[in-house]
C-alpha cells in the first residue's frame, strides 16, 4: 500500500465529471447509504448506544420481573440502578467501536493508510473476530471473575 495520502483522489471509472469531486467522500465500491453510515458523527454513534443499551437492559430485567413474579424475589433499586449506569457506559464502548470499525472499513475501501492497531482489530474480518475478539472476551471473563470472588 503505497499510496500518498496527499495525492489527488482518483474518480470512480463509471463517475461523470460532475461527481469526481465526491468520489474521495463517497468512498471507490461504498454505495450513499453505507457512505453515510460511515459519516455519521462517532459521538452520535456513542450517545446512541449509551441511550439504547440501558433500555434494552431495562426491558430484560422488567421481563425478567414479570416471568419469575410468582418467586417473590426482591430486586435492590440501586442495584438496578447500578447495572442501567454501567450498561450505558458499556453501551457508548460499543458506540465508539462501531464508529472505530466504519472508520477502518470506510480507509480500506479508499485504500488510504490504516494503522496497525485498527487493522488488527478490525481490518481482517472474521480472522480479527477469532484471534483478537475471542482472547480479549474470554480474558476479559476471567479478569472479572477474579475480582468478584
Known amino acids: 500500500m503505497n499510496h ?8 470512480h471509472p463509471n463517475a461523470s465529471p460532475t461527481s469526481s469531486s465526491t468520489a474521495y467522500s463517497t468512498g471507490v465500491g461504498v454505495d450513499d447509504q453505507a457512505t453515510d453510515l460511515i ?4 459521538w452520535k454513534k456513542v450517545a446512541i448506544g449509551a441511550v439504547v443499551t440501558p433500555v434494552i ?3 430484560m430485567i422488567r421481563r425478567f420481573k414479570v416471568r419469575n413474579a410468582e418467586k417473590q424475589f426482591e430486586f ?19 458506540g465508539g467501536l462501531l464508529a472505530w470499525k466504519d472508520r477502518v472499513e470506510y480507509r480500506r475501501a479508499n485504500d488510504l493508510p490504516i494503522g496497525f492497531a485498527s487493522k488488527l482489530l478490525f481490518g481482517y474480518g472474521i480472522i480479527s473476530l477469532v484471534l483478537v475478539w475471542v482472547p480479549i472476551v474470554i480474558l476479559g471473563t476471567l479478569i472479572v471473575v477474579l475480582l468478584t470472588v
Do not use: R
Not at 39 to 42: A, M
Open 4 to 11: 500518498d495520502p496527499f495525492a489527488p483522489p482518483a474518480a
Open 39 to 42: 459519516q455519521t458523527s462517532v
Open 57 to 59: 437492559v431495562g426491558g
Open 76 to 94: 435492590d433499586p440501586v442495584a438496578i440502578g447500578l447495572l442501567l449506569v454501567l450498561s450505558s457506559i458499556v453501551g457508548g464502548l460499543l
